[in-house]
T-cell receptor, first 110, second 115 residues
């Protein structure tokens, strides 16, 4: 069973606009949620995280929102830049194990 | 030391052969993790170590898989009698685990192709 779901396999956004990536989860026991970014031929790299007791965390152009009642989180990137083009994984953490979603390929159009 | 390294980067083998992958974590990271990623999926947890102790293994890790971290530094993942279903990207990650929620730093992965 897929405990972390990313229902949009791909997303295209104009440079300078806001990118919104969505994620749903089923297990309410997760402690942290993270977003990882992955470029081709590289391992995933950490982007931003949020504790399950928070509802928002911001770091520069990146903001993650957590809605626990809906078991939903989202990543906002504003303004979007060409270097943001990558695959983004929504990830949940429990007992040191990361559970990944299937990823969303974000393409920023110049 | 600039990050987690994995060797080899690519491995092609015939079904039934044994293969071994190596992971060198970031120095002084006491946690080391192995994940497997198949096409179209996100990485899936396989196992992890705290120093040299293997603390948890996923049910994905069949009896043909074994992982070691003999001196609490580098780790090896061995697959015996490989099957075509073992074809995947094998990712290693390490973490200092100073605080709960500390990020895991991933290596570039070893891509295994079983013919």
């Amino acid at each position: 069973d897929q405990q972390v779901k990313q229902n949009s396999p791909s997303l295209s956004v104009q440079e300078g606009r806001i990118s919104i990536l969505n994620c749903d989860y089923t297990n309410s026991m997760f402690d942290y949620f993270l977003w990882y970014k992955k470029y081709p031929a590289e391992g995933p790299t950490f982007l931003i995280s949020i504790s399950s007791i928070k509802d928002k965390n911001e770091d520069g152009r990146f903001t993650v929102f957590l809605n626990k009642s809906a078991k939903h989180l989202s990543l906002h990137i504003v303004p979007s830049q060409p270097g943001d083009s990558a695959v983004y994984f929504c990830v949940a953490l429990k007992d040191e194990k990361l559970t990944f979603g299937t990823g969303t390929r974000l393409t920023i159009i110049p | 030391d600039t990050g987690v390294s994995q060797n080899p980067r690519h491995k092609i083998t015939k079904r039934g052969q044994n293969v071994t992958f190596r992971c060198d974590p970031i120095s002084e990271h006491n946690r080391l993790y192995w994940y497997r990623q198949t096409l179209g999926q996100g990485p899936e947890f396989l196992t992890y170590f705290q120093n040299e102790a293997q603390l948890e293994k996923s049910r994905l890790l069949s009896d043909r898989f074994s992982a070691e971290r003999p001196k609490g530094s580098f780790s090896t993942l061995e697959i015996q009698r490989t099957e075509q279903g073992d074809s995947a990207m094998y990712l290693c990650a390490s973490s200092p685990r100073v605080h709960e929620g500390d990020e895991q730093f991933f290596g570039p992965g070893t891509r295994l192709t079983v013919l």
